[in-house]
């Protein structure tokens, strides 16, 4: 299997390291090798955070190279389109449509780019979007949008089994919200 490079992007508090955990516990259920780094700097201030994940047989470095990403996860468009310039000509970008303003836009000193999905349309080869916030309110809350694309980003993966996501998740969650996870996994899988 050649090394699949993924990114995760979003902003703090959207449960982005969640995320790359649960990918990066399904790599290893699969028997994978797995590097994964994170970089979140402002992040519990709503600043933009990003997790590296390579997948492979043997993959040596946690960091994926500029221009090499297969897979970008956008937890937000314009966060999506922040790490955009990486994604490689055939690759996939999955974006959620909920806007989160910046603190910048919050506070009127600047405004939110309007043409931000044109801009991604311009990266990669497909582009999937995921309405990720109404399907979490759907599995019962909405903080559980990063679930749901997880769930849409299982889709890609035609060699890791269904069960082995959802097994991914059960170690990933608290049990106490294990079967709200599950159901946002599960939309999130049926919107791709």
């Given amino acids: 299997m050649k090394t699949t ?9 959207q449960g982005v390291l969640l995320a790359s955990k649960v990918l990066s516990e399904v790599a290893l259920l699969a028997g994978l090798d797995i590097k994964q780094s994170e970089v979140h700097g402002m992040s519990q201030r709503g600043g933009s955070v990003v997790s590296h994940v390579r997948i492979g047989e043997n993959v ?3 960091i994926v190279p500029e ?5 970008l996860v956008g937890f937000e468009p314009l966060e999506a389109l922040r790490y955009a ?6 690759g996939v970008i999955i974006f959620a449509t909920e806007r989160i303003n910046p603190s910048t836009v919050s506070a009127g000193f600047a405004k939110y780019p309007e ?3 044109e801009k991604l349309g311009t990266y990669g080869k497909r582009r999937i979007a995921v309405d990720a916030g109404e399907l979490a309110e759907k599995a019962g809350n909405k903080r559980a949008a990063n679930v749901v694309l997880v769930g849409a980003l ?7 089994p269904e069960e082995l996501w959802k097994k991914a998740v059960e170690r990933s969650v608290p049990p106490k919200v294990l079967a709200l996870n599950l159901k946002a996994f599960e ?6």
Avoid: Q, T
């Fill in 67 to 71: 221009g090499e990403c297969d897979i």
């Fill in 154 to 160: 299982s889709r890609l993966f035609d060699a890791i």
């Fill in 60 to 62: 040596r470095s946690p």
């Fill in 85 to 90: 310039h990486n994604v490689r000509e055939e």
């Fill in 187 to 192: 939309l999130g899988r049926s919107a791709v």
């Fill in 115 to 117: 043409d931000v999905v």
């Fill in 5 to 13: 490079n993924i990114l995760l992007g979003g902003v703090g508090g």
